[in-house]
């Protein structure tokens, strides 16, 4: 018989249990709470959730914190996969995850009206930024995003795209589209697919000495490594909004509606929203990602 990708997911998780049992190791390791929020006291019935995410929330580090909080209030394990968007839409509507956290707005509307999700929460936002050489060869510096992806374009020089069908791929796709040019499609020299994730990517940018629009929150988490330089920033078009969305279990049985509801619930509870807007503060003065819990859609310009 063949598995699919989740079964396979749960058959490993489920090997690697009767392993540390074998071995004496506790499958709940005591862990002292990191916030006031009430432990569970029963284990669920199914402890397995699959959560399908972007690389942005991986790479900046946010989920090693919110993950293993979320894990011990709860007694759910977490299995995270990082992928883009676009992948972890595909994932949900293949049944291959219980739960998503996603940052392409206007794609997240078409899963959702066709059926594949059932709750939908407006979880925080941050901002894309578009970095690149400090001597900025393009002289993109003072300009709007559109007109930005026009200079690089018609200056030829180096830019990094993740080409991978993620949120950040499909917000470079659209300033493309606004400029009135596609280098993806005439195959310039110039312009380097990386197929790969934020933190990957700018890497390759930093090497190649090219521009690449990023958001915020990975870039700062990786500065240090890099030699590029904020050079666009602050536009409202430049919003990245992330929701975390419920997989549908009418459509996909083998769902883990009740963990999935449980970790969104958790990813809008107050004492969350508080971690997510502090993190960041100590390490770059200022927050990674702003809490948005509170608000609407509307409230962002959606």
Not at 17 to 26: D, E, N, Q, R
Not at 102 to 111: G, L, N, Q, R
Not at 146 to 163: C, E, M, Q, T
Not at 171 to 193: H, M, N, R
Request: aromatic share 8%; hydrophobic share 40%.
């Amino acid at each position: 018989m063949k598995l699919s990708s989740r079964n396979v997911l749960l058959t490993l998780l489920l090997m690697l249990s009767i392993v540390l049992t074998a071995c004496g190791a506790s499958a709940t390791p005591t862990v002292v709470p990191v916030t006031d929020a009430p432990v569970s006291t029963e284990a669920p019935a199914n402890q397995n959730l699959i959560l399908a995410t972007t690389t942005s929330t991986q790479d900046s580090g946010l989920l090693d914190v919110l993950v293993p909080i979320f894990e011990e209030q709860t007694g759910y394990t977490v299995q995270t996969i990082a992928v883009g968007t676009g992948e972890a839409l595909k994932m949900g509507e293949e049944g291959n995850a219980d739960v998503l956290l996603v940052h392409a707005p206007a794609s997240e509307v078409t899963y959702m009206e066709g059926g594949f999700g059932t709750d939908r929460f407006l979880v925080m936002h941050n901002d894309y930024i578009i970095v690149g050489p400090a001597d900025d060869p393009a002289g993109i510096k003072g300009l709007g995003p559109k007109d930005a992806f026009l200079a690089i374009y018609n200056a030829g020089v180096p830019f990094v795209s993740r080409g991978d069908d993620s949120g950040t791929h499909k917000k470079e796709v659209s300033f493309w589209t606004k400029a009135e040019v596609d280098p993806a499609a005439e195959k310039l020299e110039w312009f380097i697919e990386t197929g790969q994730g934020m933190g990957a990517s700018l890497t390759v940018a930093s090497e190649k000495g090219g521009y690449i629009l990023t958001d915020r929150a990975t870039y700062l988490a990786n500065k240090d490594n890099l030699q590029l330089e904020i050079l666009l920033e602050g536009n409202n078009a430049l919003l990245n909004i992330y929701h975390v969305i419920t997989v549908n279990a009418e459509k996909w049985p083998t769902v883990n509606s009740e963990g999935a509801l449980a970790f969104a619930k958790f990813m809008v509870d107050p004492a969350t929203q508080e971690i997510i807007k502090e993190f960041g503060v100590d390490k770059f003065g200022q927050p990674l990602f702003y809490p948005d819990a509170d608000k609407t859609d509307a409230d962002l310009g959606l």
